[in-house]
């Protein structure tokens, strides 16, 4: 399958997963107005929903870096096979799912120390999700990058071994937080945002003109 | 018509319904967050949604093979006609609507013995959501593969019978799950993610070069 | 503006429109679910929904319909200018507002005789979006029809007396329909289909040679 | 990166954040609905909820007039880099948080005298998103035409300075009815909907051949 349409459908997906974080914010607007008698809405209401806000930040960021790598990948084939469509697929459904634990965490982070146990929950799903993410992102890179030739790669993937494992560790990153996230909860957040910045720098290589090698 | 623009359309509609599928996960959010002092999340409280995350995972694998062989298909004509977009549209219909018996399958699988009679219910509303999608898709097959010529079709669809009885054998297979949903719905649910990755594998014919034959 | 670029755009409207009407059936799930010992799930349960399933199967059809059709218009012209633009996005606005009569629809004309009043006035809310999109879609027609030549219409739109008269003749529809509505709701729902059907068959020319002037 | 690519997800995300606009209309539908003994729809009912549709207007036109400025500037240049990606990013998480702001003016506008001072923060709530859309849309726009040559522009940006001034203004008014939210709500909101209007009119400079210079 010519690897446009992989794109084309995955960005669909990145960009309906991206905007579907705003549903994590629209019930503090219903929340807030409930019935005539109750209705408040003051900056300290709106403030009391801070880890919506942040957990919107962080996964937006994640999403979004996600999809500049994901197209920096798949840039460098012009063609995918059935194991590409498959491993992507496992991606996008992580990718997907993200704005469940980022709900989770809206929800339970503020909740104040007798919540606090429950922050520990969200916020290691949260992990668990991303680290899905991550091993099937891992993945993919591996596949494209070791079947470059086959997938009529007009590049040469060379300097694979390094940036395959500066890659593939941020995974441990997110194992890390994960682990983190059952201790202090805000502090798995701060590095899951981290990691996202990360992968803004620290990523795979441009494709490569095949006669420089 | 271009085919080109009719796919287009369809991966924006496939990719939507694919990522609409989380907002059955949603709910376990705020569910669990609630009022302050009612708030409870445990790993065993997230536990106790495992149904809506099976769900989950086999319609978003059922969405996104069937994305894989709708591309395969169209892939082997260069124009649509007005049979194809109607027979399409009913297919689409399917596929949208599918977050639905997936909703249901969610919320009424986990209800316990006493809630054993709704789960045989919305798994069998699943396969007939399942079954409008699959004759659908039969259909548009039949439909493009019979008019290959003059939806200008660069390559020939030649071993038409075959793939078209393992096609549409998988129809019947949805038959017998919605029968068998009356009697064990997890047993159907199960049988609805093996012909998920049935059609991954037994696939439409890749087109061929016309002057093979 | 390229109009390759204004129809993607509408694409990605007309998918994300017509997808988002599965969330008046989602309800019905929950809905169904409640507490435990009030759930109840079955056939005849799902059976009273009916309008949901009607609502749904009706608001699809017109908006599938509309978007083969918009594409067949945008298709005569290579370029558009900023009216066509805010012609375009009048009409994508009444397209996405569309979900919200037909959540109106779906949870009023079930009501039983006490709600017939309400069911008139969902019904006939339902006739005003479909008067502003079938406006629109006439004003952005006539538009582009006549100003084929500065829009780089690589084709002739000839007969277009007649397809004007019959394409707008179906606003007259509209019209009618929503009268109709304050009257028999039901009435009026059967007739937005038949309208949908109308525009299936009554589409616009479709783009002709110049030299066959 | 071909900026082809980043049009394509940018046309995504502003397609699903203005379709999910009609998600502050549904509850109307539900609320109305309720239990079948409260059920009420009558229009002066429908007519209560002024504030939902007035917003949905407003932020219908602002994300789609956007969108066409959008299209504008990277219109211009043929590839885009990591730093145009990132404030494109910061961007579309403005255009996406835009429905959050939407839904509060809509519960909180047409809460009465007693929730006017709800109202006011609902309001300036939406200037502040719209600050981060317009401040970011503004960088964006200083680094394309800035870099202009680097990022493969087939055409000149010549008269930057004047078009700079114009565009940014725009700013100021965001600014400015921030600030008017504060003392009259609604006052706001019409200024909102006339700095989208400006933005149809005020546009970018369409592309200009490189020989004219």
Redesign the interface.
């Known amino acids: 399958?010519d690897s446009r349409?992989a794109?084309?459908?995955s960005?669909?997906?990145?960009?309906?997963?991206?905007?579907?974080?705003?549903?994590?914010?629209?019930?503090?607007?219903?929340d807030?107005?409930g019935l005539?008698h109750t209705?408040?809405?003051?900056?300290r209401h709106?403030g009391h929903y801070w880890p919506a806000y942040v957990a919107?930040?962080v996964s937006?960021?994640t999403i979004?870096?996600m999809?500049?790598n994901h197209?920096?990948m798949l840039?460098q084939v012009s063609r995918v096979d059935?194991p590409v469509?498959?491993l992507n697929?496992i991606l996008?459904?992580g990718i997907?799912?993200l704005?469940?634990p980022t709900?989770?965490v809206?929800?339970?982070l503020a909740?104040?120390p007798?919540?606090y146990?429950?922050a520990k929950?969200?916020a290691a799903?949260y992990g668990l999700v991303m680290i899905v993410i991550s091993v099937s992102f891992g993945c993919t890179w591996l596949y494209v990058a070791g079947h470059s030739h086959q997938l009529g790669g007009s590049s040469v993937i060379r300097p694979r071994a390094l940036h395959t494992v500066r890659f593939t560790a941020g995974n441990i990153g997110y194992v890390a937080a994960t682990v983190i996230a059952l201790v202090s909860p805000v502090t798995s957040l701060v590095i899951y945002a981290l990691l996202a910045v990360y992968y803004?720098f620290e990523h795979l290589p441009p494709p490569q003109p095949a006669e420089h090698e």
Chains 1, 2, 3, 4 share one sequence.
């Open positions: 399958m349409r794109e084309s459908f960005d669909g997906v990145f960009a309906v997963a991206i905007t579907i974080l705003v549903f994590n914010l629209l019930p503090i607007a219903s807030t107005a005539p209705a408040e809405l003051t900056w709106l919107y930040l937006f960021l979004g870096i999809w500049l197209h920096t840039a059935r469509l498959v697929l996008l459904m997907v799912a704005p469940f709900a989770l809206a929800a339970h909740g104040g007798a919540a146990g429950q929950v969200a799903t803004l």
